[in-house]
């Protein structure tokens, strides 16, 4: 980069997942792309004090992290909501979307985002998501929903993302909070997905959600308890959740409680220290 005036900078071009050996070990480690997984490379090449800053995508959600070493693992220091395009190359893992309703996988009315091998009944929702809706009312303000996303995405033993079209939305199908993305609590063929409504007289919504399938009673009432138990014991706590990595070769009795997010490289877990009986792995 001496051409354009920068004495101390040098560029190195090659695939990310391998990191850059060439004058490790780094005291930072900064990843300007969406990561699903955190490759042996970064790690190994990191500096004792070092930090390692990455766009982590952990069941569907992407966070900025700060990450640090903290033994033979990873803790996190803080994290923030981001948009990051995909990694490329030997790193990169595609979005799996399961259509529910429309004409094919390519562009579906319907889809529901998911990450990492979960049990579905994709038939089961297909069928029921035309069927009867129950509501759920939380008496949960609707604001800060970062934060609610990962603790909705990281308590459900199964969680996707619903995702639809415009048509789907202006025919009553879904609601409109399914526009940008909606996350979902998932039972066999039964489903919760969260929404709001105005509250008359003010300029504040509710949350609340609309749960489908045999089960839908369970799984909305399921869902409000985590909308209440995060309004009770984590609004306005920062950071709420604490985000470890570990190698993948990692003994589950080694872990710590937490919910576990498989990857190839890493296992991750996702613990939120300030909540009263926390969720089951």
Same mark, same amino acid.
């Given at each position: 980069?001496?051409?354009?005036?920068?004495?101390?900078? !040098?560029?190195?071009?090659?695939?990310?997942?391998?990191?850059?050996?060439? +004058?490790?070990?780094?005291?930072?480690?900064?990843?300007? @792309?969406?990561?699903?997984?955190?490759?042996?490379?970064?790690?190994?090449?990191?500096?004792?004090?070092?930090?390692?800053?990455?766009?982590?995508?952990?069941?569907?959600?992407?966070?900025?992290?700060?990450?640090?070493?903290?033994?033979?693992?990873?803790?996190?220091?803080?994290?923030?909501?981001?948009? &990051?395009?995909?990694?490329?190359?030997?790193?990169?893992?595609?979005? #799996?979307?399961?259509?529910?309703?429309?004409?094919? %996988?390519?562009?579906?009315?319907? +889809?529901?985002?998911?990450?990492?091998?979960?049990?579905?009944?994709?038939?089961?929702?297909?069928?029921?998501?035309?069927?009867?809706?129950?509501?759920?009312?939380?008496?949960?303000? &609707?604001?800060?929903?970062?934060?609610?996303?990962?603790?909705?995405? !990281?308590?459900?033993?199964?969680? +996707?993302?619903?995702?639809?079209?415009?048509?789907?939305?202006?025919?009553?199908?879904?609601?409109?909070? !399914?526009?940008?993305?909606? =996350?979902?609590?998932?039972?066999?063929?039964?489903?919760?997905?969260?929404?709001?409504?105005?509250?008359?007289?003010?300029?504040?919504? *509710?949350?609340?959600?609309?749960? #489908?399938?045999?089960?839908?009673?369970?799984?909305?009432? *399921?869902?409000? *308890?985590?909308?209440?138990?995060?309004?009770?014991?984590?609004?306005?706590?920062?950071? +709420?959740?604490?985000?470890?990595? &570990? =190698?993948?070769? !990692?003994?589950?009795?080694?872990?710590? *409680?937490?919910?576990?997010?498989?990857?190839? #490289?890493?296992?991750?877990?996702?613990?939120? %220290?300030? @909540?009263?009986?926390?969720?089951?792995?």
């Amino acid at each position: 980069m001496k051409s354009a005036g920068y004495e101390r900078v !040098t560029v190195a071009q090659g695939d990310a997942e391998y990191g850059h050996a060439d +004058g490790a070990p780094w005291d930072r480690v900064i990843v300007t @792309a969406g990561a699903w997984d955190i490759p042996p490379s970064w790690t190994g090449q990191l500096a004792p004090e070092g930090r390692i800053v990455v766009p982590l995508r952990m069941r569907g959600l992407t966070r900025s992290v700060v990450l640090e070493a903290a033994g033979d693992h990873l803790v996190s220091r803080d994290y923030h909501l981001c948009a &990051f395009v995909p990694m490329q190359g030997a790193g990169a893992r595609d979005r #799996h979307l399961v259509p529910l309703a429309g004409s094919g %996988p390519e562009e579906p009315e319907v +889809g529901l985002r998911v990450e990492e091998e979960q049990p579905l009944d994709v038939a089961g929702m297909r069928e029921v998501l035309r069927g009867r809706a129950v509501r759920r009312w939380s008496g949960v303000d &609707f604001d800060q929903v970062d934060e609610l996303d990962l603790w909705i995405g !990281t308590s459900a033993s199964v969680f +996707g993302v619903l995702i639809a079209g415009a048509q789907a939305i202006d025919s009553g199908l879904v609601a409109r909070s !399914t526009a940008r993305g909606a =996350p979902t609590l998932i039972r066999g063929a039964s489903f919760a997905y969260r929404t709001a409504r105005p509250v008359e007289g003010t300029e504040r919504y *509710e949350t609340g959600v609309i749960a #489908h399938g045999p089960e839908a009673e369970t799984v909305a009432d *399921e869902y409000v *308890e985590l909308l209440r138990r995060w309004n009770r014991d984590l609004r306005d706590t920062r950071p +709420g959740a604490r985000i470890e990595v &570990f =190698p993948a070769t !990692t003994p589950t009795s080694e872990l710590p *409680e937490g919910r576990i997010v498989e990857k190839s #490289h890493t296992r991750i877990v996702v613990s939120w %220290p300030g @909540a009263q009986n926390p969720a089951p792995r």
